[in-house]
């Protein structure tokens, strides 16, 4: 059974800060993995989904990466805001879609 | 727009009492899913379904029922066996099949007293 585990739980850094945010599966047969982020109390809004083929995507100071065989992802974000604070979640897609606990992230002014 | 709406945002029931969570779509999304989450774990899979008249089991499944008349609508009833049903209530639509994106609604908070 697939087993996802994001590292750290929470993370909190200083505005302007470039960090990077870890995930971690166990089955490397997946399709795609994808990062989500999501407020207090709200839904999750899609960030990048990496499809099994390819290596890394990015959006705006997004990117995210993959390695397959190691049965790793990163989330790099560039130059962190305090809109940025939320908590980031992976979801590998294998046979089902499977989801990391998240990292609570705090960017601080 | 086009999206996902889940109705009401926050519910709260008595135990013993049966409830029902609201999901529609208009993403003309043939399949759609129900999670769980619980504070400090993932998403959990309630059921899914890829197809009218069709649904799954997921992982968490014991306590919940579903149905799928319409290609837009996934509600979810939360029954009284459910033994902890306070949580938030996440719903998913997709294209039908592996490997497509998931998209989610805006969620419903249920507690149970």
């Given at each position: 059974k697939?087993?996802?585990?994001q590292?750290?739980a929470?993370?909190?850094?200083p ?5 990077v945010?870890n995930?971690s599966?166990?089955?490397?047969a ?9 407020d ?6 899609s ?5 099994s083929s390819q ?6 100071r ?8 190691s049965?790793?992802?990163t ?7 305090p809109?940025d604070?939320?908590?980031y979640l992976c979801?590998v ?6 989801f990391g606990?998240g990292?609570r992230l705090?960017?601080?002014p | 727009?086009?999206g996902?709406?889940q ?5 709260f029931r008595k ?14 999304h043939d399949?759609?899913?129900w999670?769980?989450?619980?504070p ?7 059921y899914y379904s890829q197809?009218?008249?069709d649904?799954q089991k997921g ?5 919940y029922?579903v149905s799928r ?16 049903p ?9 294209m ?5 994106e ?8 249920l507690t149970?007293?």
């Open positions: 697939q087993e996802v585990t590292i750290p929470a993370l909190s850094v505005e302007g800060e470039n960090l945010l995930c599966f166990t089955d490397s997946i399709y795609n993995l994808q990062w989500f982020r999501q207090p109390g709200k839904g999750l809004t960030l990048l989904l990496i499809q290596r890394e995507q990015t959006s705006g997004l990117n995210a990466s993959l390695d397959k065989s049965g790793r992802s989330l790099y974000i560039a130059a962190s805001q809109g604070s939320a908590t979801a897609m294998g046979n089902d879609m499977r606990a990292t705090t960017v601080k | 727009d086009g996902i709406t109705s009401p945002k926050y519910l135990e013993g009492q049966n409830v029902t969570l609201s999901c529609e779509q208009n993403l003309n399949a759609m899913y999670y769980r989450q619980d400090g774990q993932g998403l959990r899979l309630i197809i009218v008249n649904f992982d968490i499944a014991e306590g029922s008349e319409k290609k837009e609508s996934f509600p979810l009833t939360v029954t009284s066996a459910q033994k902890n306070t949580a938030f209530y996440l719903c998913a639509s997709s039908s099949g592996v490997p497509y998931q998209y989610f609604g805006p969620g419903t908070r149970v007293t």
